[in-house]
């Protein structure tokens, strides 16, 4: 069973930074493709950012496209976002997740198509 825990959240300012980290346990963390998603206070979980297994493709929702920047280091098992010119819309729980289907992009920004959630860090971004 392989177990995600969200790292690097919290308060920062209109146009500043994050980096939000995903350790991986219990689990082959190179066979999952990964992905970070968000969820604000009355909305819809959202696809933010994935990331293949080799870590040789990626892809990014267009509200963060150009600001965000998601890596994998398989051999830490960990999944980074690094988050920069950060918006107040940009205010959620952030999750990563693991799934094992090959890599498609109508695949990737499903949250159907991941099978292991992490319990999600805070972001908060204030104006």
């Known amino acids: 069973q392989v177990q995600l825990v969200e790292s690097g959240g919290g308060l920062v300012q209109a146009g500043g930074s994050l980096r939000l980290s995903c350790a991986a346990s219990g689990g082959s963390f190179s066979r999952y493709t990964m992905g970070w998603f968000r969820q604000a206070p009355g909305k819809e979980r959202e696809f933010v950012a994935a990331?293949?297994?080799?870590?040789?493709?990626?892809y990014y929702a267009d509200s963060v496209k150009g600001r965000f920047t998601i890596s994998r280091d398989n051999a830490k098992n960990t999944v980074y976002l690094q988050m920069n010119s950060l918006k107040p819309e940009d205010t959620a729980v952030y999750y990563c997740?693991?799934?094992?289907?090959?890599?498609?992009?109508?695949?990737?920004?499903?949250?159907?198509?991941?099978?292991?959630w992490g319990q999600g860090t805070q972001v908060t971004v204030s104006s």
């Open positions: 997740a693991g799934g094992s289907r090959p890599w498609y992009t109508s695949v990737a920004v499903t949250t159907s198509s991941y099978d292991y």
């Open positions: 990331i293949s297994r080799s870590g040789i493709t990626t």
